[in-house]
Nanobody, 125 residues
Framework: QVQLVESGGGLVQAGGSLRLSCAAS????????MGWFRQAPGQEREFVAVISWSGGNVNYADSVKGRFTISRDNAKNTVYLQMTSLKPEDTAVYYC??????????????????WGQGTQVTVSS
């Protein structure tokens, strides 16, 4: 059974930082690219960042470039999202996802095979 479990969300003031973690089980973690997506109330789920199986290829949404950093630890089956300079518009439920396209850097929701339940990030102004 595949499980992706996010943690690290919470309430933070604008300008602050948070680090999200996503622990994977039930998959060969190093054979999957890992992505982060987010969904704000009343809005569609949107791409945030993706990292290839080795960590050698990363891609970010323009809205988070320079502020967010995605990384992974294949020994721990965990992917991270370091978020800095947070803005109120970053408020959303953040989801991690796994894609069998291990070399990929896809921003498409349909490229991902497994999803976590999400963790809430709220940025106050």
């Amino acid at each position: 059974q595949v499980q992706l479990v996010e943690s690290g969300g919470g309430l933070v003031q604008a300008g602050g930082s948070l680090r999200l973690s996503c622990a994977a089980s039930g998959i060969i973690f190093s054979s999957h690219a890992m992505g982060w997506f987010r969904q704000a109330p009343g809005q569609e789920r949107e791409f945030v960042a993706v990292i290839s199986w080795s960590g050698g290829n990363v891609n970010y949404a323009d809205s988070v470039k320079g502020r967010f950093t995605i990384s992974r630890d294949n020994a721990k089956n965990t992917v991270y999202l370091q978020m800095t300079s947070l803005k109120p518009e970053d408020t959303a439920v953040y989801y991690c996802a796994a894609s069998r396209l291990k070399y990929g850097s896809s921003s498409r929701i349909t490229s991902y095979n497994y999803w976590g339940q999400g963790t809430q990030v709220t940025v106050s102004s």
